[in-house]
C-alpha cells in the first residue's frame, strides 16, 4: 500500500482469510454464494449492463450470433444439477481449507438441511463500463492512489478476520489441489460436469455428460476405432483358440500398423503362451461366476 501499487492482492488475501470456512456448513453456504455468483448475478448483471435490445455503433444487435443472452438461473434443491454442483464445490473448499466431513455430511438430507436455512440477499445490477471491442487496447497495470478510506477499509477487514478467528500457522494452512481426472473419490470430475454444464444451461447450449466432460478435461485422446476392433478381434481368435483346446504351434503373436499398412505373425515364448492361457481362463471364470450371479 505504502509504495502505491494496485490492493487487489492485499484485498484478495484479507478477504479469503475474513472468509474462511471453518467447518463443513460454512463450505455448503460457501459453494451455495458461488453458485448465485456465478449462474445468476453474472447473467442479471450482464443483461442489465446489454439489454436484448441493444445495437452496436453500426446498427447491429449486440446479442447476434455467435453471441447468446444469458438466461439467470434460479437454484432448485430438486435439480440435481443444482445439488451436484453443491456438494462438489463443498468437497473441493473443504480440502482446500483442511476441513474434514463425513459421508453423511454429503448426504442430500444433509445439504438441504444446510442450504434451507441461508439467506441469499437480493441482487441491484450496478451501472458499469463493459469494453464491447474486441480490437481495444487493455490497458496497462496502473498504480493507485491509496486514500485513507481504502486503508482503514482494508485494517478493519484485516482486524475483524484476526477478532473472529485464532489466527495461527494451522488456521492459515490450506492445501493446493492438483487436477487428478482419474481418481472419481476426489470429485474433480463432478465439479468440473456440474460447472460446465450449468454455464451451458445459462447460454442455452447443449450440455455433455459425465464421460465426454472427463474426456475433455483430461485432454484424453480416444483410440482409433479401426485399431481397437483389430485388436480384439486378434484377442478374441487366440481366446478361441484356448477354449477349443489348441496345441502351443497355433498360437501367434501379431504387430502391426494400419497406417503403412503392414501386419507380422510370429510364434511366441512357450512361457508366455502359459501365462496367457492362465490369465485368459482366469477371465473366462470370472465372466462366468458374474454371469451365474446375474442370472
Not at 502505491?4 to 460457501?30: H, N, T, Y
Amino acid at each position: 500500500m505504502k509504495s502505491r501499487e494496485s490492493l487487489e492482492g492485499s484485498f484478495q488475501v484479507i478477504k479469503l482469510l475474513s472468509r474462511r470456512p471453518a467447518q463443513w456448513e460454512d463450505c455448503v453456504l460457501l459453494a451455495r454464494f458461488k453458485f448465485e455468483k456465478y449462474f445468476k448475478r453474472k447473467a442479471v448483471q450482464l443483461l442489465h449492463s446489454f439489454p436484448i435490445d441493444t445495437r452496436l455503433k453500426d446498427g447491429s444487435l449486440f446479442w447476434q450470433s455467435p453471441k447468446r443472452p444469458p438466461s439467470p438461473i434460479e437454484f432448485e434443491f430438486k435439480d440435481e444439477l443444482h445439488f451436484n454442483f453443491i456438494v462438489s464445490a463443498a468437497r473441493l473448499f473443504a480440502t482446500v481449507y483442511n476441513i474434514s466431513y463425513t459421508q453423511k455430511d454429503v448426504s442430500p438430507a444433509s445439504i438441504i438441511q444446510i442450504l434451507s436455512e441461508v439467506q441469499i440477499p437480493n441482487y441491484t445490477p450496478v451501472e458499469k463500463k463493459i469494453e464491447t471491442d474486441e480490437n481495444a487496447k487493455k490497458p496497462d497495470h496502473i498504480k493507485l492512489n491509496v486514500s485513507s478510506e481504502e486503508e482503514r477499509e482494508a485494517i478493519n477487514l484485516l482486524e475483524r478476520a484476526i477478532s473472529n478467528n485464532i489466527v495461527s500457522k494451522e488456521h492459515l494452512q490450506t492445501t493446493p489441489i492438483l487436477f487428478e481426472k482419474d481418481d472419481d473419490s476426489n470429485g474433480h470430475i463432478d465439479f468440473i460436469t456440474a460447472a460446465s454444464n450449468l454455464r451451458a444451461r445459462m447460454y442455452s447450449i447443449e450440455s455433455a455428460d459425465r464421460f465426454r466432460t472427463k474426456r475433455i478435461a483430461g485432454k484424453i485422446i480416444p483410440a482409433i476405432a479401426t485399431a481397437t476392433a483389430a485388436v480384439s478381434g486378434l484377442v478374441a481368435v487366440e481366446l478361441l483358440k484356448i477354449v477349443a483346446g489348441y496345441g502351443f504351434d497355433s498360437f501367434r503373436n501379431c504387430f502391426f500398423n494400419l497406417a503403412l499398412p503392414i501386419i507380422v505373425f510370429t510364434k511366441p515364448a512357450e512361457f508366455l503362451v502359459n501365462t496367457v492361457v492362465v490369465g485368459c481362463c482366469t477371465v473366462l471364470a470370472i465372466i462366468n461366476v458374474v454371469g451365474c450371479q446375474a442370472k
